[in-house]
C-alpha cells in the first residue's frame, strides 16, 4: 500500500508550511499542475499536503488519504462497512468511517 497523504488545511498557508517544514524538516513544494492546489511533500514514508481552507468538506479538520486502485469499488466497500461516502468525486472521495471520522480516498496515480 502506498504511503497514506494527511492533508492540512489553513487559515495562513505561508505560517502553517513554515510550522510544518519546521517541525518535519521537509520542505513543502507546489504540487504539479492536475494534482491540486497546495502544496506537498513526501519523505521516509510520510506524505503531508497542504492547502488554504475553503468551504469544501475537507476543509475542517486533517483528512488522510488513502489510495485505491478503483474508486466505485472503494467507494460501495465503505458503505457496505458501515460508514458513509460525503463527497463523491472521480479522483478523491470524501468520507467517514463507521465511527464517524473523516478519511478520504485518492485514486492511484
Known amino acids: 500500500m502506498p504511503a497514506p497523504l494527511i492533508e492540512f488545511p489553513a487559515d495562513d498557508a505561508e505560517r502553517a508550511r513554515r510550522?510544518?517544514?519546521?517541525?518535519?524538516?521537509?520542505?513543502l513544494t507546489p504540487r504539479p499542475e492536475g494534482a491540486g492546489r497546495g502544496w506537498e511533500s513526501e519523505a521516509d514514508g510520510l506524505r503531508l499536503g497542504l492547502h488554504e481552507r475553503g468551504p469544501g468538506p475537507g476543509d475542517t479538520a486533517s483528512l488522510p488519504y488513502f489510495s485505491v486502485p478503483e474508486m466505485d469499488a472503494a467507494a460501495a466497500k465503505v458503505t457496505e462497512l458501515g460508514g458513509s461516502v460525503i463527497h463523491p468525486g472521480e479522483r478523491w472521495t470524501i468520507?467517514?468511517?463507521?465511527?464517524g471520522n473523516p478519511f478520504a480516498l485518492a485514486l492511484e496515480a
Not at 517544514?21 to 521537509?26: D, I, P, S
Not at 468520507?95 to 465511527?99: F, G, K, N
Request: aromatic residues 14%; negative net charge; proline residues 0%.
Open 19 to 27: 510550522f510544518w517544514q519546521g517541525l518535519l524538516g521537509a520542505e
Open 95 to 99: 468520507c467517514r468511517d463507521s465511527e
